[in-house]
């Protein structure tokens, strides 16, 4: 790891993908619980300390923070760094790093 940025990321990016993988799969099996426990779940990893201390030297807490608020508003992602109408499931695994 080179510096604190990366290992933020790079942690940040193996919560965040897990929490959006549940999330996509209680959305097409429908468990609204599971739903609300994974937006629940990014919110929190949007607003978290090692976010607040990364947004200085990057981009990677703005696009962690449009996902989360994507989950919560519908799936569509939208913001500075989304490129046209892409959707959570779509863009998740390249936008964050996560693994394919």
């Given at each position: 790891m080179r510096d604190r940025y990366q290992l933020?990321?790079?942690i940040v990016s193996s919560v965040s993908c897990g929490w959006i993988t549940r999330w996509i799969s209680a959305k097409r099996t429908?468990?609204?619980?599971?739903?609300?426990?994974?937006?629940?779940?990014?919110?929190?990893?949007?607003?978290?300390?090692v976010l607040?201390?990364?947004?200085?030297?990057?981009?990677?807490?703005t696009v962690v923070r449009e996902f989360a608020g994507a989950m919560a508003h519908g799936?569509?992602?939208v913001g500075p760094y989304a490129i046209g109408d892409q959707t959570v499931e779509?863009?998740?695994?390249s936008s964050l790093g996560c693994a394919q």
């Open positions: 933020g990321a790079q429908g468990n609204a619980l599971q739903v609300a426990e994974a937006v629940q779940a990014m919110t929190a990893v949007a607003g978290s300390r607040r201390q990364m947004d200085s030297s990057g981009a990677y807490p799936g569509n992602v779509d863009s998740y695994r």
